[in-house]
């Protein structure tokens, strides 16, 4: 599908995003659609061209190379949700992906989003053991990679059952 191009609050261009994340946006009163097509749509949207943030975003601290400071909350916000081992946006739960009591670090590097099925299925083992793969290597996001996950999903930590817009 074609990228979406999203604007800041003062009409700058920041970055393009899917056509899925952008109607999340939208969907979540994040931002407000500038342009659509006429006749293309997306769930109950029109799909969107160009979208505009409601809120102006401080580029100088969103871009600076800062590391995000580790959380449980980001690292289900770093993987937008979506469980690491079954790929269903359902992950409520945070795995280590070395177990903590072989020695794995609590660190962005070591932690994925889980559902609650595949965390207690993996149990304490590696995922070599588990027979259980990754479907992404675990990063240290950056502050902005954490910010759009955060505008762009409408995943929510607390949430049971996480709305996603199809
Ligand atoms: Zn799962």
Known sequence: MTQVEVWNADETLLHLVSVRHAVGMIWRGVATPVEVHETARFGPYQVPIVVRLVRYVEQKWLYSRTRATYSREGVLLRDRGQCAYCGRFTATTMDHVTPRSRG?????????????PCNARKGDRTPDEAGMPLRWDPYVP?????????????????????????
């Open 104 to 116: 794995g670090a609590t660190s962005w590097a070591n932690a994925v989003a889980a559902c609650e």
């Open 142 to 166: 950056t502050r902005v990679q954490l910010h759009f996950a955060r505008t762009t999903t409408t995943f929510a930590p607390n949430a049971r059952d996480p709305v996603h817009v199809t």
